[in-house]
């Protein structure tokens, strides 16, 4: 619950900000050129938004962080035997000085094969409520645990590589480290733990964009303050990167070309045939390392991305409102665009970062709320309001799509599973919650909405 209130907050305070820009900075930066976001109101909204949070949000319960557990996962991460050829780790697809990506247009499995997907980058996942380009994996521990054995990809049963482990001093010695006081730390699912909470650790380096948000006017050249109003305003960027890590880590049909067999991305996952074509927001992040762009690989450079938004978008019913449509930039917008997001990205020789660690103080404790026997939730600006609804056994929740988006609620708990299927703007979900619990409805398309759920009997 304390991590869901981490990206609750998150997404609010950018969320919140960027909503107050979009207006007028769309009326600074019209077609003739670009406008610099100077205004001192303008300036310190913009570095509300993009503010960086202070620490990690907190793990899952069943796995705490530790520094031994991480560097542990590290050693893993570079460490070739984890495949079923002994030559391809984790870090092949995922290369430091690539972004963690690899350069390549789709990635290739322990065979030399080509998959069928371009290797995402793991930059700020801490912060991701579910993984892959089609959000298939909740959570980091699902994400470490599933390359490893896909046949295509690395291709080694975790159930051989742990006891050839477990019979190796040295690797012995290391999990007993990393997870001391069990009797056998070497199981599939400590060495899971380990990958996922160095990958946990991995926070995008600071960059000049970061050194402007602090205070430091001059970090960034007039182009680049330029950019950033065509960012927000006429590119409509924003829609979609928002906030510090420039994801919103929703899920969208951008309108590419489909080959001779689609690729359905989220469609499939969710089962739900709306969501075909949608794949996840990358971060911003590190960008200009990581071309070539988008989930298969298909766009060379930024040009080409900015080129398909302005005539390659393929129209179909699967297109979100966030989509910016018919997209017309001058040459002198797509500079300063350009230049923006150039200041997103470390200089070449930047070392990789070091381990970031969870924030040293605790969480404040949430005060409780009474339970009511019908709650109504808002979902306007993809965001639930409230946050918290406690409803007695039998209460009626209502959520209303008063968005200008569609939506798909979902509680997926061993307990209780709810789905509202495809909400349109203007329709309403009703649920009856009559198993006391405490649950956590989110959207489908937009896994950031969080709504905690508490049902009990009154006190």
């Not at 305070?13 to 019209?30: E, N, Q």
């Not at 350069?103 to 371009?118: F, H, I, M, T, Y």
């Not at 829609?239 to 994801?247: K, V």
């Not at 179909?316 to 997209?327: D, S």
Request: charged share 20%; glycine share 10%; aromatic share 6%.
């Amino acid at each position: 619950m304390r991590r869901a209130a981490a990206w609750l907050a998150d997404g609010l305070l950018a969320g919140a900000a960027l909503l107050l820009l979009s207006a007028s900075l769309l009326a600074l930066a019209g077609p003739a050129g670009s406008a610099d976001p100077g205004s001192p109101a303008e300036s310190a909204a913009l570095r509300a938004a993009y503010r960086r949070p202070a620490g990690l949000p907190e793990g899952p319960a069943d796995n705490p962080f530790t520094a031994e557990k991480a560097q542990l996962g590290r050693r893993l991460f570079f460490d070739p035997s984890l495949s079923a050829s002994g030559t391809m780790s984790c870090a092949s697809c995922h290369q430091p000085a690539r972004g963690f990506t690899d350069g390549l247009s789709l990635a290739r499995g322990n065979d030399g094969g080509e998959l069928r997907r371009k290797s995402p980058t793991l930059w700020n996942l801490a912060w991701a409520p579910f993984l892959f380009w089609d959000g298939r994996a909740e959570g980091l521990e699902a994400q470490a645990e599933a390359p490893i054995e896909a046949h295509e990809e690395m291709g080694q049963p975790l159930g051989a590589l742990v006891e050839r482990m477990g019979a190796d001093p040295a690797w012995r010695a290391a999990f007993a480290t990393a997870f001391p006081g069990q009797a056998r730390p070497v199981t599939r699912e400590n060495l899971v733990r380990a990958i996922a909470s160095w990958e946990r650790t991995l926070v995008s380096p600071r960059t000049r964009f970061d050194a402007w948000v602090e205070g430091e006017e001059a970090a960034l050249t007039a182009a680049e303050r330029r950019g950033l109003s065509v960012f927000h305003g006429p590119a409509g960027c924003a829609n979609c990167h928002e906030g510090w890590a420039f994801t919103d880590h929703a899920f969208y049909d951008i309108g590419l070309p489909g080959g001779r067999v689609p690729d359905l991305g989220r469609g499939p996952v969710l089962g739900l045939e709306r969501a075909d074509r949608a794949f996840k927001t990358p971060t911003l992040r590190e960008a200009i390392r990581r071309a070539p762009y988008m989930h298969d690989g298909s766009l060379p450079t930024l040009d080409a991305v900015l080129d398909h938004y302005e005539g390659g978008v393929v129209d179909r019913p699967t297109l979100p409102p966030e989509l910016p449509r018919r997209l017309s930039l001058s040459a002198g917008q797509r500079a300063d665009l350009i230049a923006f997001l150039g200041t997103l990205t470390s200089p070449p020789d930047a070392p990789l970062p070091e381990m970031a660690t969870p924030p040293a103080a605790a969480p404040a404790a949430v005060a409780s709320i009474p339970p009511v026997a019908r709650a109504r939730v808002s979902q306007r600006g993809r965001q639930f309001a409230p946050l918290r609804a406690a409803l007695t056994p039998g209460g009626v929740l209502e959520i209303v799509n008063d968005d200008t988006t569609a939506h798909n609620i979902r509680i997926d708990a061993p307990e209780l599973t709810l789905n509202s299927g495809i909400q349109d703007p203007g329709q309403t979900v009703r649920w009856r919650m009559e198993k006391p619990g405490r649950y956590t409805a989110f959207c489908g398309i937009h896994p950031k909405m969080r709504l905690e759920i508490e049902v009990a009997a009154a006190r």
